[in-house]
T-cell receptor, first 111, second 115 residues
Framework: SQQGEEDPQALSIQEGENATMNCSYKTSINNLQWYRQNSGRGLVHLILIRSNEREKHSGRLRVTLDTSKKSSSLLITASRAADTASYFCATASDSWGKLQFGAGTQVVVTP | DVKVTQSSRYLVKRTGEKVFLECVQDMDHENMFWYRQDPGLGLRLIYFSYDVKMKEKGDIPEGYSVSREKKERFSLILESASTNQTSMYLC????FGRGDYNEQFFGPGTRLTVL
């Protein structure tokens, strides 16, 4: 069953702009992760935020987590054409390491 | 760097054929996963394994089986391929029992077409 739901489904921006996408989930979590997938390839892990954290940064990425609203957001600042990809949130709710993925947000960054 | 490899990037099979998808990881990870990815549905877990010879069903195990005879290798088997199993198949691995540090490392995917 799908846990995370990303919003928007698609996003088109110009280089240099910021891109924001949101993820909502249904059950309590241990952590929430964001992944990137370039066209037709495997997923690459971007960032993990634990349930007791509210904000995390990694380079041009900023992730927030609001467990009371069961939601997270991923902000990519100063977007580049190379950021064109699909972005997925994934939640971890058990100790086995299983993840539940959302359907993803497709981001297109035009030069 | 963790490397997860999958045996084929593209595969075309006929309905009723038995299909084997192989996945190998080189980082001594305990956990291995098989997902299928379809447009608009994200990734759905088919099976996962947390140890050699151990397997657990995911969300959509019907029509699939798995084998894990060695720690580094996890195979997905379609016993009798059907057209609705046409999809992108992704393998992933992660450390076991790391609680908050269970990021998954993905292979490049196998795009399977069943005719």
């Amino acid at each position: 069953s799908q846990q995370g739901e990303e919003d928007p489904q698609a996003l088109s921006i110009q280089e240099g702009e910021n891109a924001t996408m949101n993820c909502s989930y249904k059950t309590s979590i241990n952590n929430l992760q964001w992944y990137r997938q370039n066209s037709g390839r495997g997923l690459v892990h971007l960032i993990l935020i634990r349930s007791n954290e509210r904000e995390k940064h990694s380079g041009r990425l900023r992730v927030t987590l609001d467990t009371s609203k069961k939601s997270s957001s991923l902000l990519i600042t100063a977007s580049r054409a190379a950021d064109t990809a699909s972005y997925f949130c994934a939640t971890a709710s058990d100790s086995w390491g299983k993840l539940q993925f959302g359907a993803g947000t497709q981001v297109v960054v035009t030069p | 760097d963790v490397k997860v490899t999958q045996s084929s990037r593209y595969l075309v099979k006929r309905t009723g054929e038995k299909v084997f998808l192989e996945c190998v990881q080189d980082m001594d990870h305990e956990n291995m996963f098989w997902y299928r990815q379809d447009p608009g549905l994200g990734l759905r877990l088919i099976y996962f394994s947390y140890d050699v010879k151990m397997k657990e069903k995911g969300d959509i195990p019907e029509g699939y089986s798995v084998s894990r005879e060695k720690k580094e290798r996890f195979s997905l088997i379609l016993e009798s391929a059907s057209t609705n199993q046409t999809s992108m198949y992704l393998c992933a691995s992660s450390l076991f029992g790391r609680g908050d540090y269970n990021e998954q490392f993905f292979g490049p995917g196998t795009r399977l077409t069943v005719l």
